[in-house]
Nanobody, 126 residues
Framework: VQLQASGGGLVQNGGSLTLSCAVSGGTFSTYDMGWFRQSPEKEREFVATIRWSGGYKYYADSVKGRFTISGDRAKNTVNLQMNNLKAEDTAVYYC????????????????????WGQGTQVTVSS
């Protein structure tokens, strides 16, 4: 499984960006797909995840109401629409795939994810 993240960039406070993650080499529709982020001197943290079966979507409290995760099965992509961006959203954003089935409570941590993309930088200027 290979993941390719794109769409990062520099945006002003209050602006929007859409990140995209292209998935290849696996059975995309059976995975849980997540977005995580990491800023300097901080641990990688959960942002959002989607489980195709059941249509479950979960968000970190810090992004709820501003970020939306979605997927396109025909294109094998998972997107993260980010609105009303703040300086504290500045980080490298990673997409990840969990290819085994884990409890819903577990997929908000990094442990279940066995494939990771290379990361894309998002910088929000204040």
């Amino acid at each position: 499984v290979q993941l390719q993240a794109s769409g990062g960039g520099l945006v002003q406070n209050g602006g929007s960006l859409t990140l995209s993650c292209a998935v290849s080499g696996g059975t995309f529709s059976t995975y849980d797909m997540g977005w995580f982020r990491q800023s300097p001197e901080k641990e990688r943290e959960f942002v959002a995840t989607i489980r195709w079966s059941g249509g479950y979507k979960y968000y970190a409290d810090s992004v709820k109401g501003r970020f939306t995760i979605s997927g396109d099965r025909a294109k094998n992509t998972v997107n993260l629409q980010m609105n009303n961006l703040k300086a504290e959203d500045t980080a490298v954003y990673y997409c990840a795939a969990a290819t085994r089935r884990w409890a819903l409570s577990a997929i908000r941590s990094t442990g279940p994810y066995d494939y990771w993309g290379q990361g894309t930088q998002v910088t929000v200027s204040s």
